[in-house]
């Protein structure tokens, strides 16, 4: 969804005025259908993120890997090495997290309007 927020305001727009058309109802299902793709990926993508350990371990067997010689402290510059990471990852988190509030708010708007053009596709004789 590039430039399609525009297009998905107005048709939701137009769906809580009652005016939207057969062809817009359409429209909006399928944006309706990418926004929950989107979630889907989101939901993928924070199932796979590794822990704070995970990484740190990671981080060791790479550090041991290319350089046996400092297997005695590659735990010790792998902690440095997610300590250094952490503010970085921490603005991730915070901006993931405003986007799954927008993405929620959308989606919630997405769903009510396409129960109301339910309601009036099949309030119209």
């Keep these: 969804m590039t430039a399609q927020p525009e297009r998905l305001h107005h048709l939701l727009d137009r769906a809580r005025r009652g005016v939207l058309l057969p062809a817009e109802a359409e429209q ?3 944006l309706v259908g990418e926004l929950e793709k989107a979630e889907a990926r989101v939901r ?4 796979a993120a590794p822990t704070r350990a995970a990484l740190r371990a990671r981080y060791t067997a790479a550090i041991v890997d290319a350089y046996p010689d400092l297997r005695y402290v590659a735990d010790d510059l792998a902690d440095k090495l997610c300590t250094v990471r952490e503010p970085e990852l921490t603005r991730l988190r915070y901006e993931r997290d405003q986007l799954r509030e927008a993405l929620a708010a959308v989606t919630g708007q997405c769903r009510a309007a396409e129960a109301r053009v339910r309601e009036l596709t099949k309030a119209k004789p």
Excluded: S
């Excluded at 993928?44 to 199932?47: C, G, K, N, P, S």
């Design 44 to 47: 993928e993508l924070e199932a």
């Design 28 to 30: 909006l299902a399928g």
